[in-house]
């Protein structure tokens, strides 16, 4: 360190004030002092400049302290474990802390008065007005109304599917349909009388006429539907919905002789009073019939079954329809 | 939810509501309205309650109508600084639950409902959290503070015979 002069002494002052010189420089500083006593008059005065320190605090430190849980709960550290203990809060080393304060009977003591603090529900205080507030209900089997709706549905369809008119609107639709063929084909609307003469036939008998073998076997005829028609006529007929071939089964079944020949067409004694075995009732019932068997073979549901009772000559007698729970029963005929 | 579940709902948890209720306002009648209240409003949700949540969902209704009720009536402070502590060291019961019950309608609102959830129903924290709308900490707190009053109201264990 360089000796202390008039030019340097403020650095061994601040030192000296500071407790930084070491003890040959406070020999040499106090030395410099005795031979100049105004600058010892002015450290003297340094000395006088000292800055006291403040009292002031910071007021939040209690936001800054981290609280324990028991603080935190605002109860006692032992009453935490108790309660976490019921609770089974506690983690292993609150478990150890717990036991090592169990060793104190008073502790004990009161941790058995915590266990006691359990609340039990009394059981004789029940809520009086329960059947008001029950909802009543209709016990519904899903599969039966499934079973229902199906039926239903599948009798609907062959109902819509099948030729249930009534004969006026049948013989209607099928003298509306003849009309426009033949107005189609150019023939004269006198052939079917015609005939009816040279074949000598009562004007109160008439002919039916369908196509296929009856078409192909007479000339005399003019046929309303010839598997040769225009597809006009085809599609004309699909339009009208006139189901030929049940006709042609009816027809069959009052028609004595099966061989069909132009000279022995299949004859009625008076097609308007023809005595049709199945009419339209027998024809639904037959057809539901069909539809309930269709459906119990894809759904292999034994809960829904439809019997028909017929009589010899075909017509419904009774009809029995069972889905689960659910039964119809209706006779039309007694035996 | 159907009509047979909301008829099981019914024989299930009525009476459980019914006792959690009346042990918060001590009013036959009143709690009474409140479960049928609950039920009623379970029924009109019936389709977007679904059956496993039925409890729940009843407990939660009861609740807020009961709260609902109490702030009407203005009859009992929901905060818990109003607690009073009222030591029966110098008394001797024949049944502790009989005290403990007497404790429990000393407690403020909010502590007695949650550790009535909790003793009562076995509700975890979250529940009880769900059904009260306070935080799983918050719940914590109150059955914590509430157990630890409970047990200084008995006092000592000599007390207990």
């Known amino acids: 360190m360089e000796t202390i002069n008039n030019h340097n002494y403020e650095v061994f002052f601040l030192d000296f004030l500071d407790g930084n010189l070491s003890e040959s420089e406070m020999k040499e500083f106090s030395r410099f002092l005795q031979k100049n006593p105004s600058l ?70 009161a941790y058995t008065v915590f266990n006691a603090v359990k609340l ?20 519904v089997n899903f599969r039966t109304v499934i079973s229902v709706a199906s039926a239903a549905a599948i009798l609907l369809f062959f109902v819509l599917k099948g030729d249930f008119v009534n004969s006026d609107s049948s013989e209607s639709a099928g003298k509306q349909l003849s009309e426009k063929v033949i107005k189609n084909k150019n023939v004269k609307s006198d052939v079917f009388e015609d005939t009816n ?112 009772d017929y009589a010899d000559n075909g017509s419904v007698n009774e009809v029995n329809f069972i889905a689960s729970n659910f039964q119809f029963r209706k006779t039309y005929n007694k035996k | 939810m159907t009509v047979n579940e909301y008829n099981k709902s019914v024989e299930a948890y009525s009476d459980h509501i019914y006792r959690f209720i009346l ?35 009843l407990f939660t209704t009861a609740y807020r109508t009961m709260i609902d009720i109490i702030r009407k009536q203005k009859r009992i402070s929901l905060t818990d600084d109003q607690t009073i502590f009222e030591s029966h060291e110098e008394n001797s019961f024949s049944d ?10 000393k407690l403020p609102e909010i502590q007695r409902s949650v550790i009535l959830l909790r003793d009562y129903e076995g509700y975890s924290y979250k529940e009880i959290a769900d059904i009260t709308n306070l935080n799983e900490s918050q719940v914590k707190v109150y059955i914590y503070r509430a157990r630890v009053y409970l047990k200084n109201y008995i006092g000592k264990i000599e007390n207990l015979v």
């Open chain 1, 40 to 109: 010892k008059e002015e450290l003297e005065s340094f000395e006088e400049i000292t800055l006291e320190p403040s009292d002031i605090k910071f007021e939040n430190k209690q936001e800054l302290i981290k609280k324990t849980q028991a603080q935190h709960f605002e109860i006692t550290e032992f009453e935490y474990l108790c309660v976490a203990d019921i609770e089974k809060d506690n983690n292993n080393e609150e478990l150890k802390q717990l036991k090592k304060e169990l060793s104190v009977s008073e502790n004990k003591a």
């Open chain 1, 197 to 308: 003469t040279k074949q000598n036939i009562n004007p109160q008998e008439q002919i039916l006429v369908t196509h296929n073998q009856t078409i192909k076997n007479s000339n005399k005829h003019v046929l309303a539907f010839d598997d040769n028609e225009p597809q006009n006529n085809k599609d004309l007929y699909k339009e009208l919905i006139v189901s030929i071939p049940d006709i042609k089964n009816e027809a069959l079944i009052s028609n004595t002789d099966p061989i069909m020949t132009p000279e022995n067409p299949m004859k009625f004694k008076n097609f308007n009073n023809m005595n049709f075995a199945i009419n339209n009732k027998d024809k639904f019932w037959k057809y539901a019939e069909k539809g309930i068997h269709i459906w119990k073979k894809i759904t292999k549901d034994d809960d829904i079954q439809l019997t028909n």
């Open chain 1, 120 to 139: 039990q529900a009394n059981e004789n205080i029940v809520f009086s007005n329960k059947s008001k507030l029950l909802k009543k209900y209709v016990s």
């Open chain 2, 96 to 105: 502790i639950q009989e005290i403990l019950h007497e404790a429990v309608e």
């Open chain 2, 23 to 57: 042990k918060n306002i001590k009013n036959e009648n009143t709690a009474q309205d409140i479960v049928q209240d609950s039920f009623e409003k379970l029924w009109i949700n019936r389709k977007a309650v679904y059956f496993t949540k039925t409890k729940s969902y």
